[in-house]
């Protein structure tokens, strides 16, 4: 097996980019991928992207993100897999790299949202789900994740106002992220007093769809030149995972199986445990998918994640710092591209790159996307080399 390194990241700033391209989105995060690398080329580009042929009426990425960018003649396709893409992507890239097929992969999570607004939006995310049984019943990926919040509550007697530490570290993290949709720290009264989007949940508990685009550049470890002004960090676990599609199929809807299996196998190929890392990238699309799957990861027993999550535990300087540069919920989540938002926060963090966000002494990330309610999951587990 090779290594596999990350050798150069790009993004974009999270937001409402009326006036800016997909296109244009997707080369800004390229190109300045390929100059943190050094100018590397890459010889293939895997793109993670889940709503541009419903929003923007456009695929063929492959063909038109590489053309724009000048990378005519590699290879080049869309990874999918809901809210997941970006994470699937950096696993096909880490794959066509440890097998000998490239040298060089460039990875890129683009989403442009705000090419449609309103109930387009969430019809269009609600193709993440069984569209059959689930959203042709008017089910949405907010009701979904109100029917756990609410199961889960009900099951193990949790105290509604729990969840809302989850968007507190995220606003409080996010507040010193200069690419972080929303820049400002929150208080507990503004968590409590959030309108109800789907009751139990409400707007804190939900990440903002946006506008973003992220890369990666990977490399053999054995072909990244000498003289990059910055640390190589090496992805030594990659797993993606799927579970049931409907929630109804499962004998536990609170069960994040795929969660926990894609950890664990990350892990295993990382030689490690999850407890052995410094920070925790956790897919907080919905405050109770952070919840589920601290506790899916088993960083916390069934029911008890909740408590995890009280007095500093999750904070920067706590046991197990998590949604580090804002998360879902304060970065902005453009779907496909969450997972490869994840890999290049965890790259500043390891490089000790990440300002204010700093997690002390960071040697070691794990970073977990979800498709759906946990059915996809990739995670991956990146470290430092020196």
């Known amino acids: 097996m090779r290594d596999v ?3 150069g990241i790009g993004q974009v700033p999270v937001g409402e980019h009326w006036d800016v391209s997909l296109r244009t989105l997707a080369a800004r995060a390229m190109l300045a991928a390929i100059k943190d690398a050094g100018g590397l080329k890459p010889q293939a580009m895997y793109i993670g992207n889940f709503l541009s042929p419903v929003l923007s009426h456009q695929e063929n990425l ?16 869309t990874v999918e897999a809901a809210g997941a893409s ?24 683009v989403e442009k949202v705000t090419d449609m607004v309103g109930p387009e939006v969430e019809a269009a995310v609600a193709q993440s789900g069984d569209y059959d049984y689930e959203a042709m019943a008017g089910l949405s990926a907010p009701a979904q994740a109100a029917l756990l919040m609410q199961r889960y509550l009900h099951e193990y007697n949790a105290p509604r106002e729990a969840f809302g530490e989850f968007a507190l570290i995220a606003h409080a993290n996010g507040a010193n992220n200069p690419n972080a949709f929303f820049r400002k720290a929150i208080k507990r009264e503004a968590y409590d007093r959030a309108e109800m989007l789907s009751d139990p949940l ?69 030689g490690i445990l999850p407890g052995d890392v410094d920070l925790f990238e956790v897919c907080d699309s919905f405050s109770i998918y952070a919840l589920l799957s601290l506790e899916a990861v088993g960083f916390a027993r069934r029911g008890e994640g909740w408590k995890l999550a009280q007095n500093g535990n999750l904070a920067l300087n706590g046991i197990l710092p998590v949604l580090t540069m804002g998360g879902c919920k304060a970065r902005g989540n453009p779907p496909g591209a969450v997972g490869v938002y994840q890999a290049v926060e965890a790259v500043q963090q390891l490089r000790g790159q990440a300002g204010a966000n700093q997690v002390k002494n960071a040697r070691r990330a794990l970073i977990q996307s979800l498709g759906g309610p946990a059915s996809t999951a990739a995670a991956h587990v990146l470290e430092r080399l020196d």
């Open 5 to 7: 390194v990350i050798a």
């Open 62 to 77: 492959g063909a038109l993100l590489t053309d724009n960018a000048g990378l005519k003649g590699i290879e080049a396709f």
């Open 202 to 270: 409400n707007l804190f508990d939900m990440g903002p769809y946006a506008d973003g685009a992220a890369a990666v550049m990977l490399a053999a470890r054995d072909r990244v030149p000498a003289g990059l002004p910055h640390p190589l960090v090496r992805i030594t676990g990659s797993s993606v995972v799927i579970d049931t599609l409907a929630l109804h199929d499962r004998p536990d809807p609170l069960a994040f199986d795929a969660a926990h299996i894609s950890a664990e196998r990350a892990c295993r190929m990382a």
């Open 86 to 109: 970006g994470g699937a992507a950096l696993r096909v890239g880490v794959n066509a790299i440890d097998s000998g097929l490239v040298d060089y992969a460039l990875v890129l999570g």
